[in-house]
């Protein structure tokens, strides 16, 4: 088919934010009264990129659903990008919250959850030893922090168009070769590449020449990119990343934030990989915000040789709020009763279901895209063929394009995550959910190509 026409795109982007505007007063009205006391009418800088003119203010929200002010439903396939993976407040956790919140919330003291949370954790990832963040960017900073002190090297190495959170070293992209602050980065303390080397995701020959020089820390990855649409691994790819880094004494942390969508122990779990540190935030506690690094053995050695009592609570590790009796008590309920294997057993069909539906509809409208899947996770991107890594992925990304994606399925009750086109199955995701989207999917499609 031909290129997607820019001016039916136009019109079309017109229309739909004429009814968006039209159908929403309420939302409108709340957005103005916040611009006056809220930078960008937003309470936080990302909310302001929904692709309509305000965002929808939230009445309620339950399961795989919420209400916005003006009473339109709709069906959340973005659950808080991931940190509403279980589902809106999943009935397990909401009584372990309010349980909890009655008797004590933070003390800065450990309560018997923290240890139930501990050995949970070791029985889904086979790593042994855990510690909390209140997010994931934290868990990932922390772990950094400990992988620098540990092996005494200043760098650590990223996958080109990674995303791990805000932590200053990531915000690195590779152009023709040449490492440079990633677009957008707002006031870098010093130029990434001081800290960072960056290289193509499924690439070894570049993977091996940057951690020849002995300089390299850690390698932070996400096992499955998921953040530039999904890149997948190659066959192989993982035992050789693994086996490289320990040639050249180099840690690597996996970041499960949002590759836990492959199972309840995750990535690692389902491919057996065999970390040095293991990260895992969002979902863990329902929403409530909490998140967990885990390490080895080893390492736990390694950390306890160079521990210093005196000035633990001033190296740049932990956090006042972190490790709250609150988010325990989130996390246990969460992970005892909510993310179970029964649950996933329920949300990776549900994806297959999305990514069938997706994919026939591509056919159908034969547009040049495709449909990926990892787990409960799916997403289409704009390109024929499946991405190898971050620059395939991020060359495939059209904004204009995905506004208009996003704001058709938006008024018609529909939500994706927004800055991609990703959509994540809770265990309370219901089939005629899934149908709908495809409905909706192929409406789409039936304008553009008209
Ligand atoms: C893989 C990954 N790691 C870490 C994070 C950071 O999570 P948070 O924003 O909760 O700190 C994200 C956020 O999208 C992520 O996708």
């Not at 915000?171 to 440079?180: A, W, Y």
């Not at 290289?199 to 020089?213: G, R, S, W, Y």
């Not at 495939?396 to 995905?402: I, N, V």
């Amino acid at each position: 088919m031909p290129a997607i026409n820019r001016d039916r795109l136009q019109s079309l982007m017109q229309s739909e934010q004429k009814k968006f505007i039209d159908e929403r007063p309420k939302s409108k009205a709340l957005f103005e009264r916040a611009r006056k006391s809220l930078l960008g009418g937003v309470p936080m800088n990302w909310m302001a990129k929904w692709a309509g003119a305000f965002p929808p203010f939230v009445r309620d929200a339950s399961g795989a659903e919420f209400f916005d002010v003006d009473e339109h439903r709709y069906i959340d396939f973005c659950l808080g990008d991931t940190g509403a993976m279980t589902g809106h407040s999943p009935p397990a956790t909401v009584s372990a919250v309010q349980e909890q919140v009655a008797r004590g919330i933070t003390l800065m003291l450990p309560s018997e959850d923290a240890v139930w949370v501990g050995e949970e954790l070791q029985k889904r990832f086979q790593v042994p030893y855990w510690q909390f963040a209140l997010s994931a960017t934290d868990a990932n900073r922390f772990s950094i922090r400990l992988a620098r002190q540990i092996t005494g090297r200043g760098k650590i190495l990223v996958f080109n168009w990674c995303y791990h959170g805000s932590v200053d070293e990531t915000f690195i992209t590779l152009e023709d070769g040449v490492s440079k602050p990633r677009r957008g980065n707002v006031g870098p303390p010093v130029d990434p590449s001081v800290t960072t080397k960056v290289v193509e995701f499924n690439d070894i020959d570049a993977l091996e020449k940057a951690l020849q020089p002995g300089d390299v820390a850690c390698v932070l990855a996400e096992p499955a990119m998921t953040n530039v649409g999904i890149v997948h691994p190659e066959p192989g790819y993982h035992r050789q990343l693994r086996e490289l880094t320990r040639r050249h004494g180099t840690l690597l942390i996996i970041d499960e934030t949002h590759t836990i969508c492959a199972g309840p122990g995750g990535y690692t779990r389902v491919e057996n990989l065999d970390p040095d540190f293991l990260i895992f935030g969002k979902p863990i506690g329902g929403g409530v915000p909490g998140a967990t690094y885990g390490f080895t053995q080893d390492v736990a050695h390694a950390i306890a040789a160079r521990q210093n009592l005196e000035d633990c609570d001033v190296g740049g590790i932990g956090g006042t709020l972190a490790g709250n009796a609150l988010s325990l008590a989130a996390m246990r309920a969460t992970l005892e009763k909510v993310l179970t294997q029964e649950a996933f057993d329920r949300m990776i069909p549900l994806a297959e279901r999305w990514t069938a539906g997706v994919e026939r509809a591509i056919k159908e409208f034969d547009v040049p895209w495709h449909v990926s899947r990892l787990g409960c996770r799916a997403e289409y991107l704009f390109s024929r063929t499946h991405p190898r890594n971050g620059t395939e992925a991020h060359d495939a990304m059209d904004f204009e394009l995905e506004r208009f994606m996003h704001l058709h399925a938006m008024n018609r009750g529909i939500l994706l995550t927004p800055f991609h086109n990703m959509a994540l199955m809770s265990p309370v995701t219901k089939q005629e959910d899934i149908d709908q989207h495809t409905r909706v999917f192929c409406e789409a499609l039936r304008a553009l190509t008209a």
